[in-house]
T-cell receptor, first 114, second 118 residues
């Protein structure tokens, strides 16, 4: 158990809909990272928050947004969903932002768009 | 931009044997970290081993060890005495040193699927 909790584990929805994925980081971790894992693109970084502030964006679509709340949990919002958004979405957390601080991953949310 | 390449989409090994998974990366940085993550069918991402670029000594964690060749930008994973539970996707990942206000995200390779035959 990594200590990172992601809900829901599986989400099935239709094109055009909006969903929210939730992540609770490990106790004491201030950084939260979101990654998307798809068959064609592999594992790609989406966005990072540190202590409530957005720190970096990767290949995140404009239809996607995220935030980190004062209690440090984070939510990833995906809107106007398309078939290509079907993927496994991981949240990871680390104590800080330094490279030697390991990122611990949650079990992921499997998003299926029908 | 940093890139990570895993040239072996699939590998197989006999139980109790040794297997080596390859990884190369490209960066202009001199200080960084390298990781191997394991993703079993349960889809969890599990940290296997990590290497700090400024350390010449290769990292070892029980049956897992790395061969880090900084000049060649190569970072291979050796699994000794392979077990059935080692069957998984293995991802090589790069992460900058950090501490300069930037995001130190992980950059992943495409992965190598390891099959362990009984």
């Amino acid at each position: 158990d990594s200590g990172v909790t992601q809900t829901p584990k599986h989400l099935i929805t239709a094109t055009g809909q909006r969903v929210t994925l939730r992540c609770s980081p490990r106790s004491g971790d201030l950084s939260v990272y979101w990654y998307q894992q798809s068959l064609d693109q592999g594992l790609q970084f989406l966005i990072q928050y540190y202590n409530g502030e957005e720190r970096a964006k990767g290949n995140i679509l404009e239809r996607f947004s995220a935030q980190q709340f004062p209690d440090l949990h984070s939510e990833l919002n995906l809107s106007s969903l398309e078939l290509g958004d079907s993927a496994l979405y991981f949240c990871a957390s680390s104590v800080g932002e330094l490279g030697n601080q390991p990122q611990h991953f949650g079990d992921g949310t499997r998003l299926s768009i029908l | 931009a940093q890139t990570v390449t895993q040239s072996q989409p699939e590998m197989s090994v006999q139980e109790a044997e040794t297997v080596t998974l390859s990884c190369t990366y490209d960066t202009s940085e001199s200080d960084y970290y390298l990781f191997w993550y394991k993703q079993p069918p349960s889809r969890q991402m599990i940290l296997v081993i990590r290497q700090e670029a400024y350390k010449q000594q290769n990292a070892t964690e029980n049956r897992f060890s790395v061969n880090f060749q900084k000049a060649a930008k190569s970072f291979s994973l050796k699994i000794s005495d392979s077990q059935l539970g080692d069957a998984a996707m293995y991802f090589c990942a790069y992460r900058p040193r950090g501490g300069q206000g930037g995001s130190e995200k992980l950059v992943f390779g495409k992965g190598t699927k390891l099959t362990v035959n009984p």
